[in-house]
């Protein structure tokens, strides 16, 4: 055995997740419940879905671009329950209320409601320019508070009980240099969480924020992609292969998979939450309570994104 051997043998670090298409809540758990998530479509909403459906929901996904809907509803669609697809700019709250509409039409007045869309693109916060502020606060914060503010007036007219979970990160309590627009929105999606579910609880509505550590999937976008492979050329990180590429870069010596995310979702809107509201729990291997005895050197945001000097 060599030195490296024993070490990694000595680091396991944590264990890979359960396999896909496994749950730890009962079959069925969601038979007769729709749940509506934004950005359905790809990456880590898809996943969620995804989880949802294996309990038995039928899903409503809904986002900007038709054709990804449509692909994912037909890979969704495979796991069991109805899937309806709505395009949606969830900044506009006339459209937010016609998605509820095609909600209830297909299949019934969502109970879940998974607030998972957002946009983000890493800037030095001196190059931003005020669109990129404004539409990243639009679709993050303003759209959150637009969709969940639907739900809940549905759910105070009909008298009936659900469940809300905002996507949120974990730099909404950090901050997040190079993220200043969406760590400001996130901030504010996270303050929603313990607004809403006090005013909420009340009337049976519960609030949670649900918070997802590196989790890369196929759908990343280029700017997120190049900044992660500048960072950690290779190899591919996996969630199952410890200590590799970004993985080593974790606590956990692993990255999360999208479906870690999914399960915790599943449970936070389940009947075995219901005393949880207002809280928000980190799915991240405890990466961002990362600290190092020594802090490493300072390495400006433009350096990092390879940047030259700023140009006014
Ligand atoms: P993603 O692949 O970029 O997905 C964003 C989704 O939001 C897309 O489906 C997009 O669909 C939708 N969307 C964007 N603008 C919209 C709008 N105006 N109206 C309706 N839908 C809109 O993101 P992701 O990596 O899966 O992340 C999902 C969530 O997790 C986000 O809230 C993100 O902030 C959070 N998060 C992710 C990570 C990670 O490691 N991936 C880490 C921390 C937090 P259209 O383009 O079709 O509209």
Same mark, same amino acid.
């Given at each position: ?109 969502? =109970?879940? +409601?998974?607030?998972? @869309?957002? &946009?983000?693109? %890493?800037? #030095?916060? $001196? ?6 502020? !404004? ?90 992609? =190049?900044? +992660?492979?500048?960072? @950690?050329? &290779?190899?591919? %990180?996996? #969630?199952? $292969? ?6 080593? !870069? ?63």
């Amino acid at each position: 055995m060599t030195d490296d051997d024993a070490n990694e043998a000595a680091l396991p670090g944590l264990p890979a997740p359960a396999p896909l298409g496994t749950s730890a809540l009962p079959e069925g758990t969601y038979d007769g419940v729709t749940v509506l998530v934004t950005g359905g479509g790809t990456g880590l909403g898809k996943a969620i879905a995804a989880e949802f459906a294996r309990l038995g929901a039928d899903l409503v996904i809904a986002s900007r671009k038709e054709e990804r809907l449509k692909a994912a509803r037909d890979e969704l669609a495979v796991l069991g329950g109805r899937v309806t697809a709505v395009p949606c700019d969830i900044r506009d709250p006339e459209r937010v209320a016609e998605v509820f509409d095609a909600a209830r039409e297909a299949c019934g007045l969502p =109970g879940v +409601l998974v607030n998972n @869309a957002a &946009a983000n693109f %890493p800037v #030095p916060a $001196e190059d931003m320019s005020p669109n990129a502020w !404004r539409a990243v606060v639009d679709i993050t914060l303003t759209g959150t508070f637009f969709m969940t503010r639907e739900f809940a007036r549905r759910h105070l007219a009909a008298g009936t009980p659900g469940s809300v979970i905002n996507i949120g990160a974990s730099y909404a309590w950090t901050g997040g240099p190079g993220f200043a627009h969406s760590a400001a929105a996130k901030a504010g999606v996270r303050s929603l969480v313990e607004s809403l579910a006090v005013e909420w609880g009340p009337y049976g509505i519960q609030v949670n924020g649900l918070v997802p550590g590196l989790m890369p999937h196929e759908d990343m976008t280029a700017d997120i992609r =190049g900044n +992660l492979d500048r960072a @950690a050329p &290779a190899p591919e %990180p996996s #969630p199952d $292969e410890p200590r590799q590429g970004l993985g080593s !870069r974790q606590p956990a010596l692993r990255v999360g998979a999208p479906r870690e995310l999914g399960w915790a979702a599943t449970f936070l809107a389940s009947p075995y939450a219901r005393f949880i509201t207002g809280h928000t729990l980190v799915v991240d291997g405890a990466n961002w309570q990362r600290r190092s005895l020594v802090s490493p050197e300072v390495m400006p945001i433009r350096e990092q994104m390879g940047r030259g000097p700023f140009e006014a």
